[in-house]
């Protein structure tokens, strides 16, 4: 009895398993019983009913390449003609354009923007924002291969790099408040009324962690390294605008969650992005470095040292302050178009054990030197420049000029300047060494000439 029963029991699995294969075939014929093209047709169908469905269109904060660039807002709204209607942040043009599109058929289904519209400044190869992006422009794209939909949003992936894509359903207020992004860029850049130092501090709810913080407009794109010691965190992160704040990619990783919405406060410039149970990351203001070095001293001694801001090469620099660059644009608006600066160079103990700053020009003006003596403030760990004669490039001590007044008075402030001899380089294989108002605004780049 036993063995018939164990029968039974084989007999009963088998014809399980063979219903269960006979459902598999059926559900596997349902799944392939259209050729590739039907397949592709029905993608097709799915992605124009879905770019149409939107009341107000579409919005993207595309990052070509967040390990590089930030992201740039682009609005879109589609009609049955084959036409779209743009708009973007990527300049201070907000206005919208007319161009066309198309739904094209290949390995797969793609959204191509075919004639030239706001999207196509992000994939011209002529168009790049710093060196290291020569002939390859922003990186960006404008076919975009679908991929489907989650939870309302469109997927792409964009043709040239697999960068994904989101598009999620735009609003009026998309719309109308595009222009407000730009303006959000200037608090993200920092003005003349706030500290120049910034650094960003997260905690997961019971631990604070600070890293330094500094952002370059040109890319927007942002750096951010721990300056605890031990303790080797960095966030790189692509930074997009918003009429409220700023989104980032990579988001901010804090206590497993990832915060990638930052909200403006005007009151002291803060951007907070806040997660659960206590945790955020903040992006604040600072009135010193977090870091502040002894990368001065090596001009306390002999031999010469030369440091040298390079107008060609390094005024695009991301440590140039605004205020130092407003002082630039200040000489050139007070010198014939022919002329601008060449160089504003420091040298320290010369042959003669001398100190000066020479200030060279473009177009033929004659160059001038600021002599000045060497003070350590060893407390503060600064160096306190002391003003002493002008001289002419003849030898002669000449006045004060007047066209140098303004951006010499910020060198030889007497609360002094930090020095800080930084990780990259710029074009040349010149360390870089930035000189930073103990009180002010004010920093250059420079490189070094020792």
Partial sequence: MKIKNIYKYLFAAILILHLSACNNNTDAEQLFD?????????????????????????????????????????????????????????????????????????????????????IHLLSESDNYPIPALRAKGYLGDFQFLYYGQENGEIIFKANRNGTEIRFVKATAADWADLPKNLEMEDNVIGSNERPLFRLLETTDGTTVHKFDFSFSPVTRF??????????????????????????????????????????YNDTD???????????????????????????????????????????????????NSALFNSLIKEIHANLPSTQKVNRIQFT???????????????????????????QEDAVNKTLILVPGTWQSNTGAIIAEPALLKNIDKEIMNPSGLYVKKEAFKIQFTNNIYTFTSATSNFRMTTYAFQ
């Fill in 348 to 374: 320290f103990n010369d042959a003669f054990g001398e100190s000066y700053i020479t200030y060279s020009f473009t177009g033929g003006k004659a160059l001038m030197y600021h002599n000045f003596t060497v």
């Fill in 269 to 319: 410039g803060s951007f907070t992005a806040t997660g659960t149970g206590g945790v955020s990351a903040v992006i604040k203001y600072s009135t010193k470095p977090l870091i502040i070095t002894d990368d001065y001293k090596v001009m306390l001694q002999a031999p010469q040292t030369g440091y040298a801001y390079i107008n060609a090469n390094l005024a695009t620099a991301p440590t």
């Fill in 34 to 118: 259209k050729t590739p093209t039907e397949r592709l047709n029905i993608q097709k169908s799915e992605l124009s009913q879905a770019l149409l469905s939107s009341q107000f269109g579409w919005k993207t904060v595309y990052f070509t390449d967040n390990t590089v660039l930030g992201g740039y807002t682009h609005l879109f709204r589609f009609a049955q003609d084959g036409t779209v209607e743009m708009a973007s942040d990527f300049d201070s043009d907000t206005d919208v354009y007319k161009s066309e599109y198309e739904i094209q058929l290949g390995s797969t289904v793609s959204l191509t923007f075919t004639t030239k519209n706001r």
């Fill in 222 to 263: 942002a750096e951010s390294n721990s300056i605890e010691a031990g303790y080797s965190v960095s966030y790189n992160m692509g930074v997009g605008y918003t009429p409220t704040g700023i989104v980032v990619s990579p988001a901010v990783e804090v206590g497993g969650q990832k915060l990638s919405n930052f909200v």
